[in-house]
């Protein structure tokens, strides 16, 4: 909105968002805030931006940055100690990703699946043998 040499802008999640996604940074917006203030807000000793504007702008950055995305398998273990020996050898490996021992199910970075994989049916096949 443009009135009388003044203009308001509003900053919005989707906007400070939409700016994340091409790769300007939250400091980058910051600076560009500060540096297009009014004269006479730059002109105090400070930032001319106010406190919650600065804070909002970095929360969404870091919320950005809270998530990461994983491509995963999920495997359902079916026998008695299974969860904890497959949950172990993902640990060595590098492959665990998560895993719940109330819902028997363990996640599994997809690079180590194959791997992961291999040793399940090594270990049933050992078990079964036993016995156990």
Known sequence: EVERNVVFMII???SVKAAFNLGIQADQILRFLEKHAHPKLRGS???PLPQNVEDQIWLWDRELRRVVWSEVWVHQCQMRGE????????????????????KNQILVHVAQAEAVHAFLRQWRAKTVAEGI
């Open 83 to 102: 969860f904890q020996a497959v949950k172990e050898h993902a640990l060595e490996i590098g492959g665990h990703a998560w895993s719940s021992e109330t």
């Open 12 to 14: 919005t999640r989707d």
């Open 45 to 47: 000793s400070g930032s």
